[in-house]
T-cell receptor, first 113, second 110 residues
C-alpha cells in the first residue's frame, strides 16, 4: 500500500462549488504539505502543518483552507472553486528532523469549469 | 518567486549519453534536493545534498553543490529510456519548507 494517498485522484467541478481534497499517510510523519502544480511549472506551496495543532500559510494560500484532523490526515478545501484553481494538487509528508526529504502522494487532478 | 531555477528547461539525448541539468538559487539553504516526476505523477526523491557537502553520488546520479555560486548540478550518467521524466531541484530553508524550481524535462531517446 502507498504511504501517502490522496482522494479523489481526479475531480471535475463547477465554478462556485466547494470541494475538499483529502490526504492520508501511514509514514508516521508529523509534517504535511499541500502543493499545486500548473502545467510546465514547478510546485508551489499552499499550506503546511508541522503537527495537529499547527497550520501555516504557504506561498499561495488565498482561496484555500486546510484542516489537520489527525497526525495522518490533512485536507485541503476550495471554498468556492474558480477556473484558475484548475491544477494538479499534491500532498507531501516529512519527518521532524527538519532536513529530511518529502514524500509525495500521487496527486489529484482538478478541473474547475 | 521560485528560488530554484533549472536550466535547461528541456533536454533531449540518446540512450547511453549523459544528461546534465543545473539549478540556481538565491538565498542561504539548509540543503538542496532533487526530485523526479514521471508524467502527471507524484514526485519521487532522488538525492539530498547538505549545505556543507560539495558532491554526492547515488547510483548513476551525481550531484554537486557550490554554495558560493548558489548553484547545483545533477548529472545522470549512461541514460536510459526510463530516465525520461521531469527533474526538479528544491531548496530547503528553515523548517524544511521546500521551494521548487520549474523543472527540466528530459527525453531519452532509445
Amino acid at each position: 500500500d502507498a504511504d501517502v494517498t490522496q482522494t479523489p485522484r481526479n475531480r471535475i467541478t463547477k465554478t462556485g462549488k466547494r470541494i475538499m481534497l483529502e490526504c492520508s499517510q501511514t509514514k508516521g510523519h508529523d509534517r504535511m504539505y499541500w502543493y499545486r502544480q500548473d502545467p510546465g511549472l514547478g510546485l508551489r506551496l499552499i499550506y503546511y502543518s508541522f503537527d495537529v495543532k499547527d497550520i501555516n500559510k504557504g506561498e499561495i494560500s488565498d482561496g484555500y483552507s486546510v484542516s489537520r484532523q489527525a497526525q495522518a490526515k490533512f485536507s485541503l478545501s476550495l471554498e468556492s472553486a474558480i477556473p484558475n484553481q484548475t491544477a494538479l494538487y499534491f500532498c507531501a509528508t516529512a519527518g521532524t528532523s527538519g532536513r529530511e526529504t518529502q514524500y509525495f502522494g500521487p496527486g489529484t487532478r482538478l478541473l474547475v469549469l | 518567486s521560485q528560488q530554484g531555477e533549472e536550466d535547461p528547461q528541456a533536454l533531449s539525448i540518446q540512450e547511453g549519453e549523459n544528461a546534465t541539468m543545473n539549478c540556481s538559487y538565491k538565498t542561504s539553504i539548509n540543503n538542496l534536493q532533487w526530485y523526479r516526476q514521471n508524467s502527471g505523477r507524484g514526485l519521487v526523491h532522488l538525492i539530498l545534498i547538505r549545505s556543507n557537502e560539495r558532491e554526492k553520488h547515488s547510483g548513476r546520479l551525481r550531484v554537486t553543490l557550490d554554495t558560493s555560486k548558489k548553484s547545483s548540478s545533477l548529472l545522470i550518467t549512461a541514460s536510459r529510456a526510463a530516465d525520461t521524466a521531469s527533474y526538479f531541484c528544491a531548496v530547503a530553508a528553515a523548517g524544511n519548507k521546500l521551494t521548487f524550481g520549474g523543472g527540466t524535462r528530459v527525453l531519452v531517446k532509445p
